[in-house]
């Protein structure tokens, strides 16, 4: 893998935060299969995303867990859903994401460093 390298400065500028997953539902409007999230960041309030995250995770199982964020990206409507946060992950050998998280508890809003 080959990128073209960055100063600290410049990921400084993507702000990655924690959030802890208060609902996740399936959006009917979606033309792909998509939850839509609600999230709490703590003190920087609850948003609302969503994902396509449907064929690894099912919506219940998502309750709880710990995601992590881009939020420093305008506001997208996505099938009629107002994304505020993007939710990061990256994809499996089959294409399917897999969610980003950490393997132990970390306060909601908090950065990424």
């Not at 305008?74 to 969610?99: F, H, M, Q």
């Amino acid at each position: 893998m080959t990128s073209a390298e960055i100063e600290w400065a410049d990921f400084e500028k993507v702000e990655m935060r924690v959030a802890t997953v208060l609902s996740a539902e399936l959006n009917p409007k979606a033309r792909k299969p998509a939850y839509i999230f609600t999230l709490d960041f703590g003190e920087s309030g609850i948003k609302t995303s969503s994902a396509q995250v449907t064929v690894l995770y099912n919506a219940g199982e998502l309750i709880g867990r710990q995601v992590l964020c881009v939020c420093n990206f305008a506001p997208k409507r996505v099938a009629g859903v107002k994304s505020e946060v993007l939710i990061t992950g990256a994809a499996n050998a089959d294409g399917d994401i897999v969610l980003a998280g950490f393997t132990l508890p970390v306060p909601n809003g908090h950065r990424l460093i």
